[in-house]
């Protein structure tokens, strides 16, 4: 029986229309909402911005992409990902200003959860590959499970975020000005994109010139060591730093909230369509340059760093647009109901455990050999994306659980 209908992204896109607006805070007619930044939005932010990281991921899988289903997530995911940058800046700013002795073990009560659950995941990861008998060399296992190589390659928010965190630490512990402070945070940023600028997707440096391309002039790494090889080491690839700019961000609304309400308050409705036009505008841009200018030349024999820093501008502009764009929407509605505090809840963990189900549920499916005109094609593939996002979820409650519970023993040694 012929299916043309879409029936996935139909479906998808109902999904998410459901959890943005049942329940959700909207303010009255002349008013705006008191606590569009509060912790209940925030947390409720961060549980969309999961959902819609998964939804990227779910979207660059063989088995959509051939099929056209949910193609609106596939080069976004980093718009979401800004939005957990902007949280957790957002929040350090607010609590350091409202806490008194927040910075008093910090790391410990901050950074040390994350690495805590990093390494925890790890765990599930390691058995994963081993259930799937993964050849690895022996330096390659122990710089995977060390984490100077990811076994997991959508852990890279972690080191990242670790980086900045201990950075914020002693940056707002030891600098009394404000300013001095944003400024180091920047320079910290900037020096993580300028060290993709440099790497660009793997060490280029070792070798002749152009040695990833073989007699035939195509891309071969089958000669190449492990290390050598795509992503495997950190800041290989743009994903690990064409978001982090909105950690600077949250900052700097946090600490001026209030003039940031006041400003969009006043002819709020102007703004607010005006920067829907220049995000609008900085989405075609930044699609056109994703594929026109690219972050891969390297492949096409040109290593040259200017078009990669025009990338990095294009998207930081894009997603400061669009991140700024979402916070003024919160002061007129946000989403706020069960099923995004649960999921704002889980973020990290979703984000952390979403690979096994995403993968290992794939391999059930060729999408070369199938065909997606057929209704039982597409009730496949909606059957694949409720297992997706009911696996990350118990995958995550168990990462949480077990994490929660290494930290609490470790919390016990003063030592630690």
């Known amino acids: 029986m012929s299916f043309n209908f879409p029936l996935v992204s139909v479906c998808f896109y109902a999904l998410w229309i459901f959890v943005i607006f049942i329940g959700g805070s909207g303010a009255k007619e002349n008013s705006f ?23 990227h ?21 980093f718009l979401f990902v800004g939005l957990f940058f902007f949280a957790s800046g957002f929040g350090l700013i607010k609590s350091l200003d409202t806490k008194p002795g927040y910075l008093n073990g ?49 852990a890279w928010f972690v080191p990242v975020i670790l980086i900045l965190y201990i950075a914020f630490y002693f940056i707002f512990k030891k600098v009394k000005n404000r300013k001095i402070c ?36 195509h891309i071969d790494f089958s000669n190449a060591p492990w290390w050598q090889r795509i992503g495997e080491l950190w800041f290989e690839g743009e994903w690990w730093i064409n978001s982090s700019i909105c950690f600077l961000l949250g900052m700097l609304v946090a600490q001026n909230e209030k003039k940031f309400f006041e400003f969009f308050s006043k002819n709020y409705w102007m703004k607010f369509f005006a920067l829907f036009a220049l995000v609008v505008i900085s989405m075609w841009i930044g699609l056109w340059s994703l594929y026109g200018i690219s972050y891969w030349r390297e492949f096409g024999g040109d290593n040259s760093t200017l078009p990669r820093a025009q990338m990095v501008l294009i998207q930081s502009v894009q997603i400061i647009l669009f991140v700024i764009f979402i916070i003024v929407f919160m002061m007129k509605f946000f989403a706020d109901n069960k099923v995004t505090r649960f999921l704002g809840n889980y973020s990290l963990q979703i984000y952390l455990m979403q690979a096994i189900p995403l993968r290992q549920g794939a391999k059930f499916f060729d999408a070369e050999k199938m065909d997606y005109s057929l209704v039982s094609t597409k009730l496949s593939m909606l059957l694949y994306v409720v297992l997706v996002i009911a696996i990350s979820i118990l995958f995550a409650f168990v990462l949480k659980f077990t994490s929660a519970r290494i930290v609490k023993f470790l919390g016990k040694n003063k030592n630690v």
């Open 57 to 77: 991921h779910i979207a660059q899988m063989n088995l959509m992409q051939s099929s056209g289903e949910i193609q609106i997530f596939r080069d976004i995911g």
């Open 182 to 217: 944003f400024a180091l945070i920047f320079i910290v940023i900037a020096l993580q994109i300028g060290w993709f600028l440099f790497n660009k997707h793997f060490v280029w440096w070792i070798g002749p010139k152009n040695w990833w391309w073989n007699a035939q002039g």
């Open 33 to 55: 909402n008191s606590d569009f930044l509060s912790l209940r939005a925030t947390k409720s932010l961060q549980g969309l911005a999961a959902l819609g990281v998964i939804s």
């Open 106 to 154: 910090f790391l410990k009560k901050r950074a040390l959860p994350i690495f805590v659950a990093y390494y925890v995941m790890n765990v599930f990861y390691i058995i994963w590959h081993l259930i799937l008998k993964t050849k690895f060399s022996a330096s390659e296992w122990i710089c995977k499970i060390l984490g100077i190589s990811l076994l997991n390659d959508n």
